[in-house]
Each structure stands twice: as C-alpha cells, then as structure tokens.
C-alpha cells in the first residue's frame, strides 16, 4: 500500500548545532510500501518505528491534543495543536489543567528535560520521507543513525502524519505555509549551503533506489542538492536527512539567534502534548482528575 508520511513535530532540539528532530512532513511525509518483519528477524527485538507506522490507528492516536484545522491556519507559522484535549469526547481540558493534573505524577528531572526541548523546537522545518521501501531508514532517519534499531523511542516525541500521494503531502504542507523543497542531482538544483532556510520548509527525500518521484520534481518549489567530492553522488538515506537537517538547523541558528521558535502558549500546549505522550497511564490520571472537577466545581465569583 502507497502513503506518503510525515514526520512533523521535529525534534529538531538543537544544543550547539547538533540535532535530534523527527523526520516526516517530517515531520514528513513519505510514499511507501510498509513491510513486516521477516521471518529471519522474527526472534530480534520488535522495531517500535515499523510497527508505529504499519498502522495508521496508531499513528493518529499519537497524537493526544485537538489538531488545528488547516483553514485555522492562514497567514501564520504551522503549529499543529489547539489548546484544548477532551480525554472521553465530552469534557474540554486546557493545557494548563493537564499539566496541573499530571505534572504530580512526573519526576522533576523528567519535567525539566521536556522544558528544555520544547525551548530548542520548531515546525519551521519537516522532512518529508517519498516511497521507502526499508522502513529501517524511517527509523535511523528519526535520529539520523544508520541502524534499524536507533530510534530509541524518539518516535514517541515526533508528529507522524500518512499521505497517499505527494500531490496530498504537498497541498496540505503548503496551505500550512511550507515551501517544498526536494533533494535531486540535476543541473537545477541549488547548493543547500546557498539556501536560506529561516523561512518554513518541508524537505522531501527519496526512494532508496530510484530517488524522487517525477510528481514530487514536478510540484515542489525548488530543488537542492548536498555538495560531494569523489566518485559517489549520493548519500544513504538517512545520512543525507541528517546532513540536511543538520545544517538547516545551523543556518537558521546563524540567521535568527536560534532554532526554536515557539511562542510561549505554544510551549505551553506542546508541554501537554508531551506529559500526555511520557506514560500509557496518563489518561486514567486526567480521568481521574475530571471526575474530581465534575464533582467538586471550583465557584466562579
């Protein structure tokens, strides 16, 4: 089955240029036919990444807080999130009671080290992943390591979207802003040294074999390349994304003073999303917590 997938909600935590963001729309999005485990693997450790993206249920329900509606979004930066969270379709949580509610449960060191990651991230940038056909570059590419099994949970931090064509991927991508930029060895392609990548950007990358799609070439607004020496041109998959993300993050360091963006609401909103995602438990707490608010409503004077 063909999807194009995204990995928005990019880790791109940066600390002295060095990154750990999602891939997907990245964040993004990527066509691609999912594969099972083989039977030569069926006694190694079961692969979170391409069990997570094997199934589209799941994928969703990753996602904890209310999706901003595209038509939400015109004439502003891309934040996904609405700051609002209905734990059984009827209830509405802020970020500020989930937070309140969970926050007692969580180790301060733990809280700590979500603040510090939220302050370094930004959905100025997603990786858009066409048509792989080894999903165990998926997984390096989401902390850009060459090896099926390095993703080490950053999964569960990262937005995760499904397309089933780039024409999809793209028309969404862009009415939330992005300009499509695709890696391609061709006479018009742009250095990605030359770029200037503080404004949004969704990177697409290709197929393992045969690279960008014609379509993809097609409707995106650009064309960029990585820069080698020597008898090969091209690199690995998830190589070439985390050299991408890489100096994207650095030059919008250079640029801007500093990757993360976020406004303060925003980290706020985010900070829920991620005490929602540290623990399965989680939502029995905020049920808990609801049926204590349910019971015992605070007087408004």
């Keep these: 089955m063909s ?6 909600g990019i880790s791109l935590s940066t600390l002295e240029c060095r990154v750990r963001p999602p891939i997907h729309s990245v964040t993004l999005r990527r066509c691609a036919s999912l594969a ?4 030569d693997r069926a006694f190694e450790e079961p692969d979170t990444v ?6 589209p249920d799941r994928i969703n329900g990753q996602m904890k807080m209310e999706r901003r509606p595209e038509t939400l979004n015109p004439g502003r930066r891309w934040f996904p999130y609405l700051d609002e969270f209905r ?7 802020s970020s500020s009671e989930l937070i309140e509610a969970i926050g007692p449960y969580m180790m301060d060191s733990r809280k700590e080290r979500m603040r510090r990651a939220i302050d370094k ?3 100025s940038l997603c990786l858009v992943v066409e048509g792989l056909s080894d999903v165990g570059n998926v997984s390096a590419a989401f902390r850009y390591k060459d090896n099926r099994h390095v993703s080490m ?26 300009r499509i930029v695709t890696t391609h060895l061709g006479m018009d392609t742009a250095s990605i040294y030359e770029m200037d990548w503080s404004c949004p950007t969704a990177i697409v990358v290709g197929n393992e074999h045969k690279g960008i799609s014609d379509e993809a070439l097609e409707l995106s607004d650009l064309h960029c390349s990585i820069p ?12 070439a994304a985390g050299i991408l993300m890489h100096h994207a993050v650095c030059d919008r360091v250079s640029r801007l003073g500093s990757h993360g963006d976020l406004t303060p609401e925003e980290q706020q909103i985010l900070l829920a999303e ?11 707490i905020v049920q808990e917590y609801v049926k204590r608010k349910v019971e015992n409503p605070v007087s408004k004077l």
Aim: aromatic share 12%; proline share 3%.
């Design 50 to 55: 391409e069990e997570l993206l094997s199934s």
């Design 36 to 39: 099972f485990a083989s039977p």
């Design 228 to 239: 080698m020496s020597g008898m090969v041109d091209s690199f690995n998959v998830s190589v």
């Design 3 to 8: 999807c194009c997938k995204t990995l928005i």
């Design 121 to 123: 991230r930004s959905y």
């Design 274 to 284: 991620f005490f929602l995602r540290h623990r399965e438990n989680t939502l029995s």
């Design 153 to 178: 949970g950053a999964e569960k931090w990262l937005d995760i979207e499904l397309w089933k064509s780039a024409a999809d991927c793209f028309r969404a991508l862009r009415s939330r802003g992005y």
């Design 87 to 93: 734990p059984d379709g009827g209830v509405r949580l």
